[in-house]
Nanobody
Framework: QVQLVESGGGLVQPGGSLRLSCAASGSIRSVFAMAWYRQAPGNQREFVAHITRSGTTNYADSVKGRFTISRDNAKNTVYLQMNTLKPEDTAVYYC??????????????WGQGTQVTVST
């Protein structure tokens, strides 16, 4: 079984920072692309940032210049450094990874989500 476990969410004031982590574990042979998505109440889940295994990154326009995605391939972990947070960044943040496990073809896995609240 493969699991993605996120951590690092919480309550922060506008202008503050948080760092999210997501670790993949289980019968993993290789982790390919990893990404972060978020879902605010009443909204659809939306793309935040993406990183390839080699480190190429891509961001949603709404977070460019404020958020940084990175990864540690040795730990099968992806990070999201979030700076200059705004109230509109409030959402449940989910990590996603394309994982090759066992003898199956690579498939996508989701974490359980971590709440980020930006408020005074």
């Amino acid at each position: 079984q493969v699991q993605l476990v996120e951590s690092g969410g919480g309550l922060v004031q506008p202008g503050g920072s948080l760092r999210l982590s997501c670790a993949a574990s289980g019968s993993i042979r290789s982790v390919f692309a990893m990404a972060w998505y978020r879902q605010a109440p009443g909204n659809q889940r939306e793309f935040v940032a993406h990183i390839t295994r080699s480190g190429t990154t891509n961001y949603a326009d709404s977070v460019k210049g404020r958020f940084t995605i990175s990864r540690d391939n040795a730990k099968n972990t992806v990070y999201l450094q979030m700076n200059t947070l705004k109230p509109e960044d409030t959402a449940v943040y989910y990590c996603y990874a394309d994982i090759l496990a066992g003898i199956s073809p690579p498939i996508g896995y989701w974490g359980q989500g971590t709440q980020v609240t930006v408020s005074t």
